[in-house]
């Protein structure tokens, strides 16, 4: 069992180009999140999904977008990137319910924007 | 808007000491609440979790937090912390009405030494 897995581990990007991080998990959760990690400012959520085909913005959404097509994938895309969007990017699903809701995290994506 | 507050960025200590780390939420309503920890190089990983029931709670590792709903915390406590415990370690939040989404705290970078 894979768990989450990212693509790719780490990318540097020229400045106005278009970038899809992609994001699989294999354990069926209907939550999907995606966050960045910047120092000092812990984690901040991009967008999520609660089920597949539904989609819904975050504390950072600007610059981003996000799909759900089926269950297992949200890829997260950037537009036209930007330096400030240099950062760790984390996928991550939820099990839900009483006593065991927890969100698993995958390996992230390191990004670079020059 | 709801928040999560941890008062130490940067903590230092000698193995054997006893650890504490702060976590304040702002939310009125019903919270769950966690503790993740980031090792060096790699992703989250569920440290302890707090649903309902006997407000302390333990994890992995000997780790255990408390929430006392009064003061809006949940406080992470070890012991007698190990090398093998350098890493950043996060509180969370989640909203259990609407939206279901996590909020992080910043983060508190510690670093033991041996």
Known sequence: IAGITQAPTSQILAAGRRMTLRCTQDMRHNAMYWYRQDLGLGLRLIHYSNTAGTTGKGEVPDGYSVSRANTDDFPLTLASAVPSQTSVYFCASRVSGRASDTQYFGPGTRLTVL | ?114
């Open chain 2, 1 to 114: 808007a709801q928040s999560v507050s941890q008062h130490n960025h940067h903590v230092i200590l000698s193995e054997a000491a006893s650890l504490e780390l702060g976590c304040n939420y702002s939310y009125g309503g019903t919270v769950n609440l966690f503790w993740y920890v980031q090792y060096p190089g790699q992703h989250l990983q569920l440290l302890l979790k707090y649903f309902s029931g006997d407000p302390l709670v333990k994890g992995i590792k000997g780790f255990e937090a408390e929430f006392i709903k009064s003061k809006f915390s949940f406080n992470l406590r070890k012991p007698s912390v190990q090398w093998s415990d350098t890493a950043e370690y996060f509180c969370a939040v989640l909203n259990t009405s609407g939206t279901y989404k996590y909020i992080f705290g910043t983060g508190t970078r510690l670093k033991v030494l041996a």
